[in-house]
């Protein structure tokens, strides 16, 4: 008689019930990293202050609404200053390759985080 059940792993865990635990520790992670709203995008996505993208290909093209306000203002992530910029415009700032931290200094607002997954 063939076995047609879940095959169990190594460690005695079905792929099931591994993916079932990745995908809730996934999503807590993303829950914790901001208090804002949450977006998924394919090949690009618009993130604003306070928001969490998660982008599924790599490269990911990402857009910032910038800050409401007047003047301009300098965007910066993981240490590298994107450009500055108008406050209220919609931003490309390029293609990323990893996963980032956007930030506006100046305009006393939260950061934006962006999840780009590894190329494969």
Do not use: H
Not at 36 to 42: C, I, L
């Amino acid at each position: 008689m063939e076995y047609m059940g879940a095959v169990p792993s190594a460690c005695g865990v079905g792929n099931a019930v591994r993916v079932t635990l990745c995908g809730g520790l996934l999503a807590a992670l993303a829950a914790c990293a901001s208090a804002g709203k949450n977006v998924t995008g394919w090949d690009q996505i618009t993130l604003a202050p306070g928001m969490t993208g998660t982008c599924e290909s790599n490269p990911c093209r990402v857009f910032y609404q910038m800050p409401k306000g007047s003047g301009t203002y300098a965007v910066v992530g993981n240490a590298v200053t994107y450009g500055t910029y108008r406050a209220g415009q919609t931003v490309s700032l390029g293609s990323f390759f990893g996963s980032n931290t956007i930030k506006v200094p100046d305009a006393g607002v939260p950061p934006a985080y962006v999840y780009v997954p590894p190329s494969r």
